[in-house]
């Protein structure tokens, strides 16, 4: 094996069904595809055959930007999928840089430690012409990172001049000419 590391823009959870195998062939499809051009990591491609944990948490914590939760009812229940949610959840505790980007396959209910992230909903036929312009979406690099926008911010904000700079004359010619 090579020492060069592997830049993905993400890793897909995915449980090992049939259904989610074939749903794993249409995300490759449309999101590897020219019209998105990302490139996915999915264990069952590009992972060695054996699930090792050490290296699927190395390359979600070092190699990845995002991660792809693809739910399904028996996603609880694959010890692998929820070994490496945790992992991701880890990489992101605070859920600030929105690394974790859920997609539910079927109706189902998601584990409580996503629960509250807003998913999307493959499920739904009506919606599926734009599913994938959607979730490509979520790679978009000119969202706001809090980290950054931390960075931007003066270190020391005094109220009193906000306020005296506010009514200063030449503050409210430019109000008024806007």
């Not at 823009?9 to 794993?24: P, S």
């Not at 699927?56 to 999928?81: A, H, P, Y």
């Not at 974790?100 to 998601?110: D, S």
């Not at 012409?129 to 020391?156: E, G, M, Q, S, Y």
Request: neutral net charge.
């Amino acid at each position: 094996m090579d020492n060069q590391i592997n830049r993905y823009d993400a890793y897909v959870i995915a449980g090992d069904t049939e259904e989610d195998k074939l749903f794993l062939e249409t995300m490759k499809s449309n999101l590897e595809s020219s019209a998105f051009n990302l490139r996915l990591y999915i264990k069952s491609r590009d992972g060695p055959g054996d699930f090792d944990h050490q290296k699927e948490s190395e390359i979600i914590m070092n190699s990845c930007e995002k991660i792809i939760v693809v739910l399904s009812r028996d996603f609880t229940q694959n010890e692998q999928c929820v070994y490496l949610l945790r992992v991701a959840i880890s990489k992101s505790p605070g859920f600030h840089l929105r690394h974790i980007i859920p997609i539910h396959r079927e109706e189902c209910l998601a584990p409580s430690c996503i629960r509250f992230l807003t998913a999307n909903d493959y499920t739904k036929e009506d919606i599926r012409t734009w599913f994938w312009p959607r979730v490509a979406a979520c790679f978009k690099k000119n969202v706001i990172n809090i980290r950054t926008a931390k960075k931007n911010l003066p270190a020391v904000v005094c109220l009193p001049d906000i306020i005296v700079d506010s009514f200063s004359s030449e503050k409210q010619q430019e109000w008024r000419n806007n």
